[in-house]
């Protein structure tokens, strides 16, 4: 940012209205996450007082279904939600309901390994459902700085990607470890 400002100064391109309209616009922008946060804060506040996620884990314990696929129909839902909402809005409105559940569950590994591993699964899910079609919102996002380039271009080249997002997922999803390991070994 110091360098693109300098840039724009030695241009001298930097108008007293260019840097009015990009507060204007970075205000904006902030509102809107502030905005966001409030109604995260305000949702999770309601869900304390009505104790979901704690009737949640407590119904998903009852179902005497492998943990792995529990976590694996949550993982689906990452992607579902993934075509229609941004990471931030997804993570602040779901981990209050999904993360004691999934703690209620028995992995097998101490309760902090299975908080690391599933926030790690949250994050890579997260991230491969903003590149699935139908609407990979961050594939739109590219493509609207490539004008030239078709969107069925555009989903054809993050195939490779996506590919390896479910290898990566599936592996750390039947293998916990390899996701833990490095914490384990520099903890």
Do not use: H
């Amino acid at each position: 940012a110091a360098c693109t400002f300098v840039a724009a100064l030695l241009k001298r391109e930097l108008t007293l209205a260019k840097v009015g309209r990009c507060f204007l616009s970075t205000a904006a922008t902030s509102a809107m996450i502030f905005m966001i946060f409030i109604g995260a804060d305000m949702m999770n506040s309601s869900l304390a007082l009505t104790q979901v996620p704690a009737q949640l884990a407590e119904v998903i314990k009852g179902w005497n279904v492998a943990p792995v696929l529990v976590v694996s129909g949550i993982l689906l839902f990452y992607v579902v939600l993934g075509a229609v909402m941004d990471e931030l809005s997804m993570i602040l409105l779901t981990i209050p309901i999904f993360f004691p559940a999934v703690m209620a569950l028995d992995f097998g590994m101490p309760a902090e390994s299975v908080a690391i591993w599933f926030g790690i699964m949250v994050l890579m899910t997260v991230g491969f459902g903003l590149l699935a079609p139908p609407v990979g919102l961050n594939v739109y996002v590219v493509n609207g700085m490539a004008k030239d380039v078709p969107i069925a271009e555009s989903y054809k080249g993050v195939l490779p990607f996506l590919a390896s997002d479910v290898i990566r997922t599936a592996l750390l999803l039947t293998f916990p470890p390899i996701s833990l390991w490095l914490v384990q070994y520099v903890g």
